[in-house]
């Protein structure tokens, strides 16, 4: 006995035609400047709000918040890096770049996720919310700080001679 062959319904192979027969899509083009921008500078934000946070007297009292700074750099090079890139390829596509702002705080939440590396005793998983929320907002404000350096490609305009 043989399997039939799968069956495309009308709606989709229209869509599809007409996806074809649009041609390529406009899409959002980000610079180096502008993902060192939306990336590294809030990366470096947040470091720098770590170190402050290790010089505050009545802090110390808690213990040492120096193993912090290693691991919102690990958080920064492990799950930033990859994760924004991906965004800004998956998301080419949509001009709407409030949906950018979005996912790069999204990124910045997991990144609470790299406490649990560290170990998952005692208060240790109370950092989670305290690293993953002002990632989150740092880098939400640093991609609409890059908003700026972003510019539309439109494949048309290649397409027209000089």
């Known amino acids: 006995m043989t399997t039939p062959a799968p069956v495309?319904?009308?709606a989709r192979a229209r869509r599809k035609a007409a996806r074809a027969a649009a041609g390529p899509r406009p899409r959002l083009r980000m610079g180096l400047n502008g993902f060192l921008v939306a990336w590294l500078l809030p990366n470096l934000l947040m470091a720098a709000l770590v170190l402050v946070m290790t010089l505050i007297p009545s802090l110390q009292e808690l213990g040492s918040l120096t193993p912090l700074l290693t691991v919102v750099g690990v958080a920064g090079l492990v799950i930033g890096l990859p994760l924004c890139l991906l965004v800004n390829w998956a998301f080419?596509?949509?001009l709407n770049q409030w949906v950018h702002v979005l996912a790069y705080a999204l990124v910045g939440m997991l990144y609470g996720l790299v406490v649990?590396?560290?170990g998952a005793g005692g208060?240790?998983?109370m950092l989670?919310?305290?690293i993953g929320f002002p990632a989150a907002v740092l880098m939400g404000l640093g991609r609409l700080a890059?908003?700026?350096l972003v510019r539309v490609e439109h494949p048309?305009?290649?397409a027209t001679p000089a």
């Open 8 to 10: 495309t319904s009308t």
């Open 92 to 94: 080419r596509h949509v």
């Open 116 to 118: 649990l590396t560290q």
């Open 123 to 125: 208060i240790l998983p």
């Open 128 to 130: 989670i919310p305290v």
């Open 146 to 148: 890059a908003r700026p």
């Open 156 to 158: 048309d305009d290649d």
